[in-house]
């Protein structure tokens, strides 16, 4: 059981658009270091409750805390101060700058912090491998890149440079919104490894949403699920891929499958 603090609280959070009830009434509790994953059908409402946590969308009720700071209809830019930062579906990166102008840019966003000494000496508490460009490219593996104009570089290379620019703001809590979505086998397991080497190495706690399920559930400590905007299930993934009430939301979904019998098999074997 993680008894870390908890980095944000959700209570009740609903989120309306007209007569529509995107978000239903959310509890959710993110601790310090947690890797979480987030599922559920399309329209189930994953995205627009990462919008609601991130300060892009404001509730319509319920409350949210940040760190113990409520938050609810603050903007993104308050979110960001306290260390929440994000992925989008569709990466949003600066495509006429470089690649190392977009994480120059994340840093310039994330603002000055205390020096170990008045004057000099390095900022504190911030890893080493977010200290300055260079360095955060090389932890998300575009160093080659860092000279060419990001519309030059692939699909998959500019969903890291977006999570580059989020990192250079020195989260706490870092959430991705289906960063795997459009790459190959291959990438979606280099990517996972990545989110995995991100929360270990970072001091950060990491939610993942994404419709790549089995590799979700593969790397992943807890999982929430989502289904037409309620909360239906948050449990280990083990735990999660035998819920009637997730299999049923996911209408025997062929990966959910596929993920149970890969905990059968892990069980059977240990």
């Given amino acids: 059981?993680?008894?870390?603090?908890?980095?944000?609280?959700?209570?009740?959070?609903?989120?309306?658009?007209?007569?529509?009830?995107?978000?239903?009434a959310v509890d959710a509790v993110i601790r310090e270091?947690?890797?979480?994953?987030?599922?559920?059908?399309?329209?189930?409402?994953?995205?627009?409750?990462?919008?609601?946590?991130?300060?892009?969308?404001t509730p319509s009720s319920g409350t949210l805390r940040v760190r113990g700071r409520r938050l609810g209809g603050r903007s993104a830019h308050r979110f960001a101060q306290l260390g929440v930062a994000r992925s989008f579906q569709t990466p949003r990166v600066f495509k006429e700058f470089s690649v190392r102008e977009n994480v120059r840019f994340g840093?310039?966003?994330?603002?000055?912090?205390?020096?170990?000494?008045?004057f000099w000496g390095d900022e504190r508490g911030v890893p080493w491998a977010l200290r300055d460009a260079?360095?955060?490219?090389?932890?998300?593996?575009?160093?080659?890149?860092?000279?060419?104009?990001?519309?030059?570089?692939?699909?998959?290379?500019?969903?890291?440079?977006?999570?580059?620019?989020?990192?250079?703001?020195?989260?706490?809590?870092?959430l991705l919104d289906e960063v795997a979505a459009g790459l190959t086998e291959a990438e979606i397991e280099d990517m996972a490894r990545l989110i995995r080497r991100m929360r270990d190495e970072l001091d950060l706690a990491v939610v993942w949403i994404e419709h790549a399920v089995g590799t979700l559930l593969k790397h992943v400590e807890r999982v929430i699920v989502l289904h037409q905007g309620r909360?239906?299930?948050?449990?280990?993934?083990?735990?999660?891929?035998?819920?009637?009430?997730?299999?049923?939301?996911?209408?025997?979904?062929?990966?959910?499958?596929?993920?149970?019998?890969?905990?059968?098999?892990?069980?059977?074997?240990?």
């Fill in 231 to 270: 909360k239906i299930a948050d449990a280990t993934p083990a735990e999660v891929v035998r819920d009637a009430g997730v299999i049923e939301a996911y209408l025997g979904d062929e990966m959910i499958d596929e993920s149970s019998s890969e905990f059968d098999r892990e069980e059977a074997t240990a």
């Fill in 134 to 174: 260079d360095s955060i490219l090389a932890l998300i593996g575009l160093s080659a890149q860092a000279e060419l104009p990001a519309a030059a570089i692939t699909p998959a290379q500019q969903r890291l440079l977006e999570i580059g620019m989020a990192l250079a703001t020195r989260p706490k809590l870092l």
């Fill in 33 to 57: 270091g947690e890797l979480v994953g987030i599922i559920g059908p399309n329209g189930a409402g994953k995205t627009t409750f990462f919008n609601a946590i991130s300060g892009v969308q």
């Fill in 1 to 24: 059981m993680n008894n870390a603090p908890p980095l944000l609280e959700a209570s009740a959070l609903t989120v309306r658009f007209g007569g529509l009830v995107a978000v239903d």
């Fill in 107 to 118: 840093l310039k966003f994330a603002g000055k912090r205390p020096r170990k000494w008045i």
